[in-house]
């Protein structure tokens, strides 16, 4: 197919966070002079829903990433879709005995609300947005993605249109990735262990009982490191206001099914949920938001990627953003930041791509090269450190906090990095328990097998050429890791 006949230059599938940005993004880079479409399943009214539940998420985002996008696409956010600032992050032990505190100020997102925002930006900049369609498959020429088709939802009838690159923005179950027809190193499908199961409620709650920063603080993101809690994963309380919570968790599904055995119980994660908050002595007399901009959007559950992105995220008239990508950060699941780097960064290089006329693998390469150099360098050393955590007892954990983290591994997570855990070595003998010695030199070992995968991503492949030799060495790495932490 000739380029200059396609009835786009970009069609962006998934009409979310990310895929919003992407079109914003190619849109300022070529000055609006590229045909953009995005493809959406939903209604303008609750564009970017991601499931029949709502637009579920944890709604946290740092201030910085907000500030990488503003800087580079002149797009900016404020209330109603910024809800509330916050100041940071605190982590607290299971026994609530040590309390870490990432600094670094962010937002709670509206994330019904910011779409809409979303489009009106997008709009500005000659944006085309198609609802109510639902993407079915891509469609190719000479082993090229040439297009999407679908059908429109309202009217029955195909969807049918081509364009130069498709972008997909469809979530972490894209049909699209799973399916895709041509040959890539794209990986199609996840692995189950890498992904958690996360389920939140939105409440207003009563202020006027007990006031507990360890349960609630009104300027602060509170992490709940519990394996009872939330086997393999972590509990929050994220504050929407003074008397409003984004509140719930995520279990990684094996070592939930584990804990229910051990404890000859079944529960579901509803189930551990509504424990959990019944167990917050500051959340009094917990209801269901009660405004207009959370209706439809209350409660909700959903599957989240905890490994590194793709390890390939373009292909001959096709590229990945967000959690597509499986771009989610490994420790904390957090997927709004990196979903913001990567779609600022999409924009402007699937410009470049097609002002090159070479939106084929090769030329669409570099994506893969400015993902990886602003954030993705540091996925897989955190997936390790992930998979090391998870087979971790309570006790590892409060002795863990206690002992072995020192003010530059607090500095090295806020920024999203894998901490060094230098003062293990220093601690030495002084450990107590076969268990903590364990730990000490499985902290010892991620924090070396960090350095290792950081280097080598900051070697990524300048071509497809060499992908190959470089993914063979990857894996080389990543299997000795997690056959250790299995």
């Not at 953009?36 to 946290?60: E, F, H, M, P, Y």
């Not at 994330?111 to 900049?125: D, G, T, Y």
């Not at 349960?215 to 939330?230: K, M, R, S, V």
Request: proline letters at 4%; charged letters at 25%.
């Amino acid at each position: 197919m000739s380029l200059s006949k396609t009835d786009y230059d970009i069609i962006v599938a998934g009409g979310g966070l990310a895929g919003l940005i992407v079109a914003s993004s190619a849109a300022y880079h070529s000055n609006q002079r590229l045909r953009i479409l995005v493809v959406d399943r939903n209604s303008i009214d609750i564009q970017g829903r991601k499931t029949i539940s709502g637009w579920i998420c944890g709604d946290a985002v740092g201030k910085n990433t907000v500030d990488y996008m503003t800087e580079r696409i002149k797009i900016s956010w404020g209330y109603p879709e910024i809800e509330h600032p916050v100041k940071g992050v605190v982590a607290f032990s299971p026994d609530h005995e040590t309390k870490v505190s990432f600094d670094g100020e962010g937002y709670i997102l509206n994330r019904k609300q910011l779409p809409q925002k979303q489009l009106k930006e997008a709009s500005k900049l000659g944006v085309e947005i198609k609802s109510n369609i639902v993407i079915r498959q891509l469609t190719t020429e000479n082993n090229f993605i040439v297009g999407v088709e679908g059908e429109d939802t309202k009217t029955r009838e195909i969807f049918k249109k081509t364009a130069k690159v498709v972008v997909d923005c469809t979530g972490v179950t894209s049909v699209l990735r799973t399916n895709l027809p041509i040959r890539s190193y794209i990986q199609k499908k996840i692995d189950r262990n890498d992904l958690e199961s996360t389920g939140r409620y939105i409440y207003d709650f009563d202020a006027e009982g007990k006031e507990d920063k360890t349960y609630f603080d009104p300027d602060y993101c509170i992490i709940h490191l519990d394996q009872n809690l939330a086997p393999g994963g972590y509990g929050w309380v994220f504050p929407k206001g003074q008397s409003k919570v984004n509140i719930g968790l995520g279990v990684q599904q094996k070592l939930f099914e584990k804990a229910n055995k051990e404890l000859g119980i079944k529960r579901d994660l509803k189930k551990i949920i509504d424990d959990y908050v019944a167990a917050n002595p500051v959340i009094n007399n917990p209801r269901l938001s009660s405004s207009p901009e959370d209706q439809g959007n209350e409660w909700g559950t959903w599957q989240v990627s905890v490994r590194r992105q793709n390890d390939c995220m373009v292909a001959n008239g096709y590229m990945m953003v967000g959690d597509s990508a499986w771009m989610p950060k490994p420790l904390d699941a957090g997927g709004i930041g990196p979903a913001i780097i990567a779609a600022t960064i999409a924009g402007k290089d699937v410009v470049e791509a097609i002002e090159a006329n070479d939106v084929s693998e090769r030329g669409l390469w570099q994506y893969n090269k400015d993902f990886i150099n602003e954030y993705g360098y540091k996925t897989a050393g955190l997936e390790v450190f992930r998979r090391m955590l998870q087979q971790l007892s309570n006790d590892q954990i409060n002795y863990g906090m206690k002992h072995f983290l020192s003010k530059m591994d607090i500095d090295k997570i806020t920024k999203g990095e894998h901490p060094e855990f230098s003062s293990v070595s220093k601690i030495g003998m002084m450990i107590r328990g076969a268990l903590n010695k364990k730990l000490a030199e499985d902290l010892r070992f991620t924090a070396k097998m960090n350095e290792n995968l950081v280097k080598h991503y900051r070697n990524y492949p300048e071509s497809p050429d060499a992908f190959p030799e470089w993914s063979t060495k990857l894996n080389a790495f990543l299997t000795e890791s997690f056959s250790r932490f299995s």
